[in-house]
Every structure is written in structure tokens, then in C-alpha cells.
């Protein structure tokens, strides 16, 4: 993990996507997973299904997902007829016990990377082994310049109620620089044809702190996206993953030098990141995580999000994919041929897990419901019986000490400071055995 004192942006993950660390879950508690499957769910408890499409035109260079950029029509048939595989075989265990999924995403890679055809084929079959017509949102990631009219038509047919357009930032050369595939032109192009098409729920990435970014251009991606209108828009702090086409190849530029293209600090970002919030802000949006802003809360919703951060199951598939279920977590195996051949066998691609505990189960849920910016004592006393001001008594303290929160009448809130930088807090609720080891 990024040390929490760490201003310059050096090696390692800055953003907390689960707990415990990666780095403890292991190959040798993959029956812990098989378990996991055989058993019937805690009643009430929601079901969710990620599936990883892990192919792109471009590998962005800062990029530390499992994606390939070299595989033909062929490869990319076997790979979805693998996924649908593992969605079968994922349907017939005991865990699912009568579940309609709540919500679906496709993450990447570039799920939009797929042809109309191939997309068709995909969910068809997907539908018919788990349905999602009742499900309260199916997400969508796309890069822009894979996207046609008609490719969006048919999603828009198939169910897909959110897309999400990874479109990081608007300036040629800093797209180009960081390995983006798409142009400026694509990204309105492609919203355009959204938008015709009829999808009424659109969010839009963004990345501060792209190598190259400065003042001007940041302040006029946020103006154009602002002038675009979308009902959500997630706004991240660059970080250099140890995996990354950066992380081996980029060198760390000192402070005093004088070119062009070099990577922003963590004070830097910040800042862009508080002047967006302040835009949008300004511009009728409102403020929904610590790094997402949207139109209206009431009516603009990330299920996705918002489940798994509350516990809920969720099937992951496709090549290195995460997933949890019945309290645990699991990952698919990591490469390639590992995947399809285990597929090819019919067993499930498990590569690694970890069974959480109740506590580390509490710990998870107050670590990534604090990026909304609060917290409600009462939800965690009735879900685990237990008083969070009084288990993290320690680690809250430090925080309101340290600015970073207040304590309310319901339970704890961020400051604006805070909000800006949480994730390189939520460390002080970890077991201690975590404090010093690697995140991923």
C-alpha cells in the first residue's frame, strides 16, 4: 500500500477495494470456497454477477487489470464460451438457493470490445441460465472508440440499464501518452448515439492526474464533462500499481524538472480532485462518494457499488476475476490457459480465497462505507451487534484528531479534507498484521 504520509506518487496501490488485504487470500484456502458454493445463503442477503471481458484494443499504461490485447476472433469465442460456462456451472450451486440477481456488471478490459454478434450470442445465453430481468441494474463498461450505434442499440435491447464510458480525460496527447486507445471525437460520438438510443443512466470516468496533466487542461475536461450532462461521473487519483507499463518503464520525475509529461503528487490531486467536486457541485450535482459525484441521489443509483460495499454476494467470472459468497472471498485463477482449461474439465477456474470472519466482515463494510463520506452507528449494531464508536474507538479517534472526521449524533462524517483522502486512512481500521504488508 501507498504509506500514508507518501506525497510523492511512487509505487503501490493508493485505493482500498476490499478487506482483508489481497495479499492474505491464498491457494490454500480455495476449499474454503467450494464450501462457500455448497452452502445456502444468509437469507435477505442480495446476489450479484460480475463478468470480467478482459480484451482491449490498447493496454493502458497504467493499467493493472488482467486484459489481452493480442487475441483473435477464435480466442476471444473460446473465452466467452468458457464464461458461459462458468455462469452455468455457478447457477447450479446450492449458494444461489432461489436468488434472482439483484444487479449484473461487465467489467475489463473493454466489454464494449466485443462486437454487437458476439454480445448478442453472450447474454442470450447468460440470460437463459441466470435471468436479470429483475434485476435493479445492469452495468456496462466502454471505451469510446469501440462503441457504434448499433452495438449500443443492442444492449439497450438485451437489458443494460447503466453504461459507464471510461473516458479519463479529453487531450489528445495525454490520452495518447497513457496508452488510451480513444479520441476526443469518439467520446461525443458515442454519447450522442447513448443518448439516442434512450440509456437514461450514463456515467463518465475521469482520472486526475494523468502523466501530462496540468491546471488548464483538468479545469477543461471538467467544463466539457460538465457540458455533457451525464448522471454520474467518477473521478480517480492516478496511482501506479507495481504491474503496470508505468510502474516498469516510467521514471519518477523530481519535482524541479521541467518536462512536459510528468506525474502529479498526491497534494496535487487532491486539489484537482476538490476543484471537480466544487464544479460539479456548482453545476446542480451532488456529492456520492469519495470519488463520485451525481445529478440527483434520489434517482441516480450505483447498485453495483452500493451492494457490494453492504455485504452482498456476488458471483465473479472470467480470467483472474474476484467474487464473494457466503463470507468468502474468492479469485479465479490469473492466467489465460489455466482458465479455459479448467473450464474445458468443468470444474470452476478457483484460484485463490480467504474466509473472512464475522469481524473482519464488520471491518470490511465500516472501511469501504466510510468513502460515502459517513457513517450510521445504528446500521452496524442491528446487521452485527456491535457499537463501531466503541470496536474502532482507536482508529476514529485518530481521525477526528487528524481532521479527517466528526463525530455526529449517528455516527461519523468526513470532513471536506477527508473525503479528498480517505483511503489512505481506512489502513488505521485494519487488524495490525496488516498495517505493514503489501495490498495487493
Known amino acids: 500500500m501507498v504509506g500514508v504520509d507518501q506525497e510523492k506518487t511512487g ?45 482491449c484494443r490498447k493496454r493502458c499504461k497504467f493499467c493493472y487489470f488482467r486484459v489481452y490485447t493480442d487475441k483473435n476472433a477464435k480466442g476471444v469465442g473460446s473465452y466467452l464460451d468458457a464464461i458461459i460456462k462458468e455462469v452455468e456451472l455457478l447457477a447450479q450451486t446450492p449458494c ?25 450470442g453472450m447474454m442470450t445465453k447468460l440470460r437463459a441460465i441466470l435471468p436479470w430481468d429483475q434485476a435493479r441494474e445492469v452495468a456496462f463498461e466502454c471505451e469510446p472508440g469501440t462503441l457504434q450505434k448499433h452495438k449500443l442499440e443492442t444492449l439497450k435491447d438485451l ?37 439516442e438510443v434512450g440509456f437514461e443512466q450514463i456515467n463518465i470516468d475521469l482520472i486526475a492526474g494523468m502523466v501530462g496533466e496540468d491546471d488548464e487542461n483538468w479545469h477543461d475536461c471538467i467544463r466539457k464533462t460538465i ?18 507499463t508505468f510502474s516498469k518503464e516510467l521514471k519518477q520525475i523530481d519535482d524541479a524538472a521541467s518536462e512536459p509529461l510528468q506525474i502529479a503528487d498526491w497534494p496535487t490531486k487532491r486539489r484537482w480532485v476538490q476543484e471537480a467536486f466544487a464544479e460539479f457541485v456548482a ?7 469519495a ?34 459468497v457466503n463470507g468468502v472471498h474468492i479469485q479465479n485463477v490469473d492466467t489465460w490457459e489455466a482458465y479455459l482449461e479448467a473450464l474445458g474439465r468443468n470444474e470452476l477456474p478457483i484460484g485463490r480465497a480467504y474466509a473472512t470472519t464475522v469481524d473482519e466482515r464488520l471491518t470490511r463494510e465500516v472501511v469501504l462505507n466510510l468513502k460515502t463520506g459517513s457513517l450510521e452507528a445504528a446500521y452496524f449494531r442491528e446487521k452485527f451487534g456491535v457499537d463501531i464508536r466503541t ?32 483511503d489512505r486512512h481506512l489502513p488505521n481500521f485494519f487488524d495490525a498484521k496488516y498495517w505493514n504488508t503489501r495490498y495487493a
Open 11 to 55: 509505487l503501490g496501490n493508493y485505493f482500498i477495494a476490499n478487506y482483508p488485504p489481497f495479499s492474505a487470500w491464498a491457494k490454500s484456502q480455495a476449499a474454503e470456497s467450494h464450501a462457500a458454493l455448497n452452502r445456502l445463503p444468509v437469507p435477505g442477503t442480495p446476489l450479484g454477477l460480475y463478468l470480467h471481458i478482459p480484451f
Open 96 to 120: 444461489v438457493g432461489g436468488r434472482h440477481l439483484d444487479y449484473v456488471y461487465f467489467g475489463g478490459g473493454t466489454p464494449s470490445y466485443l462486437s454487437a454478434d458476439q454480445l448478442r
Open 159 to 195: 437489458g443494460v440499464t447503466r453504461l459507464s464510458l471510461g473516458v479519463e480525460n479529453f487531450k489528445p496527447s495525454i490520452l495518447q501518452f497513457n496508452g488510451r486507445a480513444h479520441l476526443e471525437d469518439e467520446v461525443y460520438r458515442a454519447y450522442g448515439w447513448a443518448r
Open 227 to 244: 457540458a455533457m450532462a451525464p448522471e454520474s461521473v467518477t473521478i480517480y487519483q492516478m496511482e501506479l500499481p507495481y504491474n503496470t
Open 283 to 289: 453545476a446542480g450535482y451532488e456529492v456520492s462518494s
Open 291 to 324: 470519488y463520485t459525484v451525481v445529478k440527483k441521489k434520489a434517482t441516480t443509483k450505483f447498485v453495483y457499488r452500493d451492494a457490494l460495499w453492504t455485504g452482498a454476494d456476488m458471483f465473479g467470472t472470467g480470467v483472474a476475476s474476484f467474487g464473494h
Open 391 to 422: 470496536r474502532f474507538a482507536e482508529a476514529f479517534a485518530k481521525l477526528e484528531r487528524d481532521g479527517w472526521l466528526t463525530p455526529t449524533p449517528a455516527g461519523y462524517e468526513l470532513t471536506p479534507a477527508g473525503f479528498l483522502q480517505i
